[in-house]
C-alpha cells in the first residue's frame, strides 16, 4: 500500500533536515516581505550586506578562521574569499 501524504510528512518531520528548510524557507518569506514593505530591490539588498565600514566584523581575519554557524549559507560564507 501507498504511505499517505501524512505519513511521509511524519517520517519528513522526523529529520533535522526538514526543519531546517522550513527555517530556512520562514527566514526568505520573513526577508522578502519586509524588502517589499521598505521598497528594497535585491540588488539594494547585496549592496547594503556587501557594504563594510570602519568596524565592520564581516571580512575580519577572526571571522574568516573562526567556524561558521549552521545557518550560514555558502554565499554569505564566501563573502569574505
Known amino acids: ?3 499517505t501524504f501524512e505519513q511521509h ?3 519528513a518531520q522526523q529529520h533535522p533536515a526538514y ?3 522550513l527555517m530556512t524557507a520562514e527566514f526568505i518569506d520573513s526577508l522578502v516581505a ?3 514593505v521598505k521598497g528594497v530591490s535585491g540588488a ?3 549592496r547594503r550586506m556587501a557594504r563594510r565600514g570602519p568596524g565592520s566584523r564581516a571580512c ?3 571571522s574568516a578562521t573562526s567556524p561558521q554557524p549552521p545557518w550560514a ?3 554569505l ?3 569574505c574569499g
Do not use: F, G, V
Open 44 to 46: 539594494e539588498l547585496a
Open 9 to 11: 510528512m511524519a517520517l
Open 77 to 79: 560564507r564566501s563573502a
Open 34 to 36: 519586509e524588502m517589499d
Open 1 to 3: 500500500m501507498t504511505p
Open 60 to 62: 575580519s581575519p577572526a
Open 73 to 75: 549559507n555558502s554565499p
Open 19 to 21: 526543519w531546517s528548510y
